[in-house]
C-alpha cells in the first residue's frame, strides 16, 4: 500500500487547507486510517483518525471544532478540512493507514505511512 499526501501550503491565519491522501495498492477491508503531524523539535502527534464506514472520527483536542476529516472509500482518498489555521498547527502532516479495523490516536497501529505535506500557519 502506497500513500501519497498532498494539499500543504503557506497560509495565513485563520485560512484553510485541504489535505488529501490517495491510497493506492493493496488495501485491506475495514481498515482505518488516520492524520498524524509532527512540528519541529517535537514528536510526532495524533490529529485525527477515520474508521472504515466514518462512523467513528476521533480527533485531537487542539483540532476539535476545527478540523474534519473524511473519507471517500470508492476515490481510495483520505481529507482532512483544515479551517480556522492557527500558528501552532505548522508541522508536516501525514496521512497513515492501519491493516484492520483501528482509527484511534497510537500510532504503533498504523501500518502504512504517506510520505507528509508541510503546512505552515503565518500571523
Known amino acids: 500500500v502506497q500513500l501519497q499526501a498532498s494539499g500543504g501550503g503557506s497560509v495565513q491565519v485563520g485560512a484553510s487547507l485541504r489535505l488529501s491522501c490517495v491510497a493506492s495498492?493493496?488495501?485491506?477491508?475495514?481498515?482505518?486510517m488516520g492524520w498524524f503531524r509532527q512540528a519541529p523539535g517535537k514528536e510526532r502527534e495524533f490529529v485525527a483518525a477515520i474508521s472504515w464506514s466514518g462512523g467513528s472520527t476521533p480527533y485531537a483536542d487542539s483540532v476539535k471544532g476545527r478540523f474534519t476529516i473524511s473519507r471517500d472509500r470508492a476515490k481510495g482518498t483520505l481529507y482532512l478540512q483544515m479551517n480556522g489555521l492557527k500558528p501552532e498547527d505548522t508541522a508536516v502532516y501525514y496521512c497513515a493507514a492501519a491493516n484492520r479495523a483501528y482509527s484511534g490516536s497510537d500510532s504503533t497501529q498504523y501500518r502504512y505511512w504517506g510520505q507528509g505535506t508541510q503546512v505552515t500557519v503565518s500571523s
Open positions: 495498492g493493496r488495501t485491506s477491508t475495514n481498515n482505518g
